[in-house]
């Protein structure tokens, strides 16, 4: 069974930062794109950065220069490194591991607030 389990979210200050984990299971991960995805209340899931199997990385425009997202192909485990926090990136934050298969799965996601 495939599981992705997300870490590291939490309550931070404006300007704060915060790192999220998801540590994957019953996947070949190093086979698989990796992607953090965030949904705000009565908002569209939208996506926030990627990195495929090579190690490229892309980032939404709105968290550019804020957010990298890295992977461990040793730990199963993909991260999202949080900078410069603004209350406008307060959601439920997603893992999703997307295969050329194709395939794709989802963790069940975790709360970031970001508030004073």
């Known amino acids: 069974q495939v599981r992705l389990v997300e870490s590291g979210g939490g309550l931070v200050q404006p300007g704060g930062s915060l790192r999220l984990s998801c540590a994957a299971s019953?996947?070949?991960?190093?086979?698989?794109?990796m992607r953090w995805y965030r949904q705000a209340p009565g908002k569209e899931r939208e996506l926030v950065a990627a990195?495929?199997?090579?190690?490229?990385?892309v980032n939404a425009d709105s968290v550019k220069g804020r957010f990298t997202i890295s992977r461990s192909n040793a730990r199963n485990t993909v991260y999202l490194q949080m900078s410069s926090l603004k209350p406008e990136d307060t959601a439920v934050y997603y893992c999703?591991?997307?295969?050329?298969?194709?395939?794709?799965?989802w963790g069940q996601g975790t709360q970031v607030t970001v508030s004073s």
């Open positions: 990195i495929t199997s090579d190690g490229i990385t």
């Open positions: 999703n591991a997307l295969s050329a298969l194709p395939g794709e799965y």
């Open positions: 019953g996947i070949i991960f190093s086979a698989y794109t």
